[in-house]
């Protein structure tokens, strides 16, 4: 069992940073695959980025060259900087883990999911 607690989010202005942590419980966290997803109300969760063990990246073409996805395996953390934010990108963040060793972008894919911070970007 992996227990994930997201921090870091809160209310922004339009074109801010915000910097969300996840830090995980576990001995094996460098071994894992670890995802960022948001869910907006009404809307089904999305996809933002993940970081694999060895420190490859991909990224939701909606987030690319504003988010940035990194890791410190020697603090169970990963993190989500972003960047240039926009009101759409208001939703609550969810970080997750995929025992699996590649990465994918499909929520299901994912085993174990944190409770969510809520990130607000006003206009």
């Known amino acids: 069992q992996v227990q994930l607690v997201e921090s870091g989010g809160g209310l922004v202005q339009a074109g801010g940073s915000l910097r969300l942590s996840c830090e995980a419980s576990?001995?094996?966290?460098?071994?894992?695959?670890m995802g960022w997803f948001r869910q907006a109300p009404g809307k089904e969760r999305e996809f933002i980025a993940a970081?694999?063990?060895?420190?490859?990246?991909t990224y939701a073409s909606s987030v690319k060259g504003r988010f940035t996805i990194s890791r410190d395996n020697a603090k169970n953390t990963v993190y989500l900087q972003m960047n240039s934010l926009k009101p759409e990108d208001t939703a609550v963040y969810y970080c997750?883990?995929?025992?699996?060793?590649?990465?994918?972008?499909?929520?299901?894919?994912?085993?174990?999911w944190g409770q969510g911070t809520q990130v607000t970007v006003s206009s």
């Open positions: 970081i694999s063990r060895y420190g490859g990246t």
């Open positions: 997750a883990v995929d025992r699996e060793p590649f990465m994918n972008s499909i929520a299901t894919g994912y085993d174990y």
């Open positions: 576990g001995r094996t966290f460098s071994s894992y695959v």
